[in-house]
């Protein structure tokens, strides 16, 4: 087995003679050595965050999800958690019962913000109304999903309401019949 030639690596070579992860790094950033985060970095950064006492946003400089929320590695594990997560518990403890979200109060988790001031422990459905008042929910046409626009949703209903079967209304506008379902008992476009 060729191992990758970056001294001290050893795991199995991928391509142009390194691994996976230093020929990421080498496609990214034009070195197979940048792109890393210098170790005890991130630990001295949360720290430092804190400490902090402004009430600004302050944005996670590092890796992120595909949402836009800071991750980092668990030490020792091959894993990654939400930073605000982590920053949430460290400053205000482990989550009391029933709130299981880390909420952002100022609404631009999903930009990144760490800041010990804006996150607090809630309940999920708090932590989702918040997301509607801050406008950051992905529900409706927001969401990637969305086959339905909200100006179709009362006509939808108008439909219903003049007798018209709910598989012909699902047929009209390209969805299933539970969709329309869903939809005519409040469950779905419940805002709309």
């Known amino acids: 087995m060729k191992i990758c030639t970056i001294e001290g690596c050893g ?8 691994c996976g992860l230093h020929s990421s790094r080498l496609r990214r950033h034009g070195s197979p050595l940048k792109g890393r ?19 600004e ?3 996670w ?25 982590v920053i949430c518990r460290e400053v205000h403890g482990e989550p009391p019962i029933g709130m299981t979200d880390a909420s952002h109060s100022c609404g631009r988790g999903a930009d990144g913000c760490i800041n010990h001031r804006h996150v607090r422990w809630t309940t999920h459905k708090d932590n989702m109304q918040e997301m509607n008042v801050h406008g950051t929910s992905q529900r ?33 506008f390209g969805v299933s019949q539970n969709t329309i379902s869903q939809i005519i008992l409040g469950r779905r476009w419940g805002h709309v």
């Open 11 to 18: 795991k199995k070579q991928h391509s142009f003679g390194l």
């Open 37 to 55: 985060t210098i170790e005890g970095e991130i630990r001295r950064f949360i720290e430092m965050v804190k400490r902090t006492e402004t009430d």
């Open 57 to 59: 946003c302050i944005i």
């Open 61 to 85: 400089p590092y890796g992120r999800n595909t949402n836009g929320y800071g991750r980092m590695g668990v030490p020792n594990e091959k894993k990654t958690q939400s930073v605000h997560r």
């Open 140 to 172: 409706g046409e927001k969401s990637i999903t969305a086959k339905l626009r909200a100006d179709q949703i009362p006509q939808i209903r108008a439909l219903r309401e003049s007798g018209l079967l709910m598989r012909e209304i699902a047929d009209n």
